[in-house]
């Protein structure tokens, strides 16, 4: 039982990493590392526009922490594969298992790491090690998995960002999404051995040994005897993780806002709860990404849990070791987090490097773009005097009612039609630089456009229609009107778009770009139009 002395709550909010809302960094943020000592931050999307600017709000962040009395600078964590620009991106990780070269992956990792260094985010929730075991493919190879895993976490490593190999021990052979119910996987301990933890274990014992390791919200019944979800068993953390694979690093949850644990009505036991159990079973730090609320809940039900001696405050502080070993090598101090650098340095500074990642971004994107049948058929001849049909799908997540201007498209009948999304016009402007073209967004509640003779060729881009059936539903009726014209499908997220589909071989073209970017769709495009030769490879089997 320990009494809440400053320094045992300074202590507590060692392990937690929280995010926020906004571009700037906001009062609850501001409350959090001030008034609660929250020793992590997480970056998302929503808080990045440039990277100057995530540059101005990671050193507003420290400097909070330095005048609120932090011992040591944050953990700056962010969800990102593949750097900070989203206007020059790098590939992600399919994109880089698509390319067969381990190299590329290190590569791209160092230069990734480079990007992420420069703004002050020292933590990045990668790489995934997930073996994708289910019936879609038979043939997967762990090995394969460890090998492109440990090439992007020693890159990471080696520029001074901690990767953060996830979701342990395996989130590979489950259809079931985290984020909205518990997945159940039921496998035996030497089941998992010879696939799922093979990664793991690479990364564990490698050299040097991974930074973090994040366990993921699945049940795993045949290991621990019950659904609990791994990030708070400790069978999983304490037993399978430290205990029997002899790990010593930094363990942190995915995010407890994750229906898997926050719903109750999933079985889950509420964030407040699982932050204090995933603490219990061994995690070093609790992640809640979203809700104020949450956030003070959850430090408060571990205040609690130390002051009554539910949680042994010896256990949090051999636990705070770990993660002050990794702020040493990964953080270090706070001349180093707050450099004296005024914001055209660091602006020059950042251009340089750009440049720089250019020609590896550029070439690394050819070498992953992939044609699954077809070749035969590539490039397109397209006659000048006739245009091609870019078809593209609604981006489902948004909302219809307020579509973006940049992404609003109207049909011939000046009807406002759903929003594009930014990358799909990247994509519309890389394919108008080769041919006469019309873009047409098409969703699931409209009907197909008459096809005139003046179309020469159609290219048809699928987005996770394995999931959205619709998609296909609409490719039908359009390959129905197109039986002279060549028409080229494009898988522009997971390859699984057109499974048992077969049949299309002799009319189609079929491509992969494993990510919907505006490098990846600038390769596509010099595939099919310039004649680039496809050097990638769909990396799993379909």
């Not at 609660?36 to 808080?47: Q, T």
Request: aromatic share 6%.
């Amino acid at each position: 039982m320990a009494s809440l002395s400053d320094e045992v709550k300074r202590e507590i909010g060692q392990h937690f990493v929280y995010g926020f809302h906004g571009h700037q960094v906001s009062d609850d943020i501001k409350t959090l590392i001030r008034d609660y000592h929250l020793g992590s931050v997480l970056l998302m999307k929503r808080n990045v526009l440039n990277a100057k600017q995530v540059r101005n709000i990671v050193r507003e962040l420290q400097s909070i922490a330095k005048e609120s009395g932090h011992q040591k600078p944050l953990l700056i964590g962010i969800d990102q594969e593949n750097g900070i620009d989203r206007a020059q991106p790098l590939p992600g990780a399919m994109a880089l298992a698509a390319t067969g070269n381990p190299d590329i992956a290190y590569q791209v990792s160092v230069a990734t790491a480079e990007e992420l260094k420069m703004v002050g985010i020292n933590w990045v929730y990668s790489p995934v090690a997930d073996v994708n075991s289910d019936s879609r493919n038979p043939v997967i190879d762990p090995q394969e998995v460890a090998q492109y895993a440990s090439s992007v976490a020693r890159g990471l490593t080696s520029c001074g960002v901690a990767p953060s190999v996830k979701h342990f021990p395996g989130h590979g052979d489950t259809h079931v999404d985290s984020h909205l119910a518990l997945p159940v996987i039921k496998k035996s301990r030497s089941q998992l051995e010879a696939t799922e933890l093979v990664p793991f274990d690479d990364l564990i014992h490698g050299t040097p040994p991974v930074a973090s390791v994040m366990v993921g919200h699945m049940a795993l019944p045949c290991l621990t005897g019950d659904n609990t979800p791994a990030s708070l068993s400790p069978k999983i953390t304490k037993e399978l993780l430290r205990g029997q694979m002899g790990y010593d690093g930094v363990v942190v949850t995915d995010c407890l806002e994750m229906d898997a644990v926050a719903e109750p009505l999933q079985g889950g036991c509420g964030v407040e709860e699982g932050a204090l159990r995933s603490l219990l079973a061994g995690a070093d730090v609790a992640m809640v990404c979203h809700t104020f609320e949450r956030h003070i809940g959850s430090i408060e039900r571990v205040y609690a849990a130390v002051e009554s001696g539910e949680l042994p405050y010896s256990e949090l502080v051999a636990s705070g070791r770990r993660i002050a070993k990794m702020k040493g090598a990964f953080v270090r101090g706070w001349d180093d987090v707050l450099p004296a650098e005024t914001e055209e340095t660091f602006q020059t500074k950042w251009d340089e490097l750009k440049k720089a990642h250019l020609e590896l971004s550029r070439a690394a994107y050819r070498k992953s773009s992939a044609v699954v049948w077809g070749t035969e058929k590539l490039p397109l001849k397209v006659d000048e005097k006739k245009e091609v049909l870019l078809f593209t799908p609604t981006m489902e997540s948004l909302n219809r009612a307020v579509d973006d201007p940049e992404g609003a498209l109207r049909d011939r009948s000046g009807r406002l039609r759903n929003t594009a999304g930014a990358s799909y016009l990247a994509l519309a402007s890389e394919v108008q630089k080769c041919v006469t073209m019309r873009h047409i967004v098409y969703s699931s509640d409209e009907e197909v456009e008459n096809i005139t003779s003046d179309v020469g060729a159609i290219v048809f881009v699928l987005r996770n229609a394995d999931r959205s059936v619709w998609q296909n539903d609409y490719l039908k009726k359009v390959l129905v009107q197109s039986t002279d014209i060549p028409v080229v499908l494009l898988a522009s997220c997971g390859p699984y778009d057109l499974i048992g589909q077969e049949d299309l071989r002799e009319k189609t073209v079929f491509m992969a770009s494993f990510e919907f970017t505006r490098n990846a769709f600038e390769a596509f495009v010099g595939v099919v139009f310039d004649g680039n030769e496809a050097q990638g490879r769909v990396p799993v089997s379909i």
